[in-house]
């Protein structure tokens, strides 16, 4: 996945996944996120959407594990990519209220109706999910594109009200699964299970991995916060 260095903004690479993995194109976000890991160190951040909405219960701690362990069976290196749950960065919601002037009804995408009330609040905690990052390449799966779509266009009218301020518009990476890759043998199959096998024992590891990530979010989210109530104070 190459990556515009001529952008206006220094390239941060955002990737969105579900907590829980269940299709294939979050799989191949991370494979996406591994392609770049080295080249833009310490500017990949992996956010796991599991964030609860209401009085919805958030998904089990010890189900969204899994995806990190996902991540890392694939060959994410946490001393490159920050990987955090929605959960654990309450300063998303600031910056979802903060932008929640610029989430018009008509700049929502389509979507099914709603069974849950995290579902319907789903397209504006990927979009402060982005925008609290300053994400300039936001990637996803084709499942979350119109989501992803959304938090540019809010970026861009935030922009046009504060153009002396502006936020990086993200580059919108739709990662579609390839039904041509070949399928892994047997013996990188074997691998990978007892890779995942050895992560799960480690999960305090893995805990640990998380925890610092959060508290690496929780403070690049908490000054895109600030910024953003500073303009609008004004």
């Not at 979050?26 to 996406?32: E, N, W």
């Not at 990519?81 to 018009?104: G, K, M, N, Y």
């Not at 390449?137 to 979350?144: C, K, T």
């Amino acid at each position: 996945m190459a990556i515009d260095d001529e952008a206006s903004f220094p390239p941060r690479v955002v990737g969105i996944v579900e907590a829980e993995l269940g299709g294939r194109g979050s799989g191949d976000v991370l494979r996406a996120l591994v392609e770049v890991q080295f080249e833009y160190v310490g500017a990949v951040w992996l956010l796991l959407r599991d964030a609860p909405a209401g009085d919805e219960a958030p998904i089990p701690r010890e189900r969204t594990r899994g995806a990190v362990i996902d991540g890392l069976v694939r060959g994410l290196d946490p001393r490159t990519v920050t990987i955090a749950r929605e959960s654990d960065v309450p300063e998303l919601s600031q910056v979802l209220w903060l932008l929640a002037p610029f989430i018009r009804a008509d700049r929502l995408p389509d979507r099914p109706p709603a069974t849950t009330l995290r579902d319907a609040l789903a397209p504006a905690l990927l979009t402060a999910g982005a925008l609290g990052l300053q994400g300039s390449i936001v990637v996803v799966e084709e499942a979350h594109a119109a989501e992803a779509r959304l938090a540019a266009d809010v970026t861009r009218a935030w922009n046009d009200r504060f153009p002396s301020r502006p936020l990086p518009v993200p580059e919108i990476r739709i990662v579609r699964a390839d039904s041509d890759a070949p399928t892994a043998s047997v013996a990188t199959a074997v691998a990978d299970a007892a890779e995942r096998a050895a992560w799960e024992a480690r999960g305090a590891e893995v805990d640990e991995i998380l925890s610092d990530g959060a508290a690496a979010v929780r403070v690049e989210v908490t000054e895109t916060a600030n910024q953003l109530r500073e303009l609008l104070a004004v």
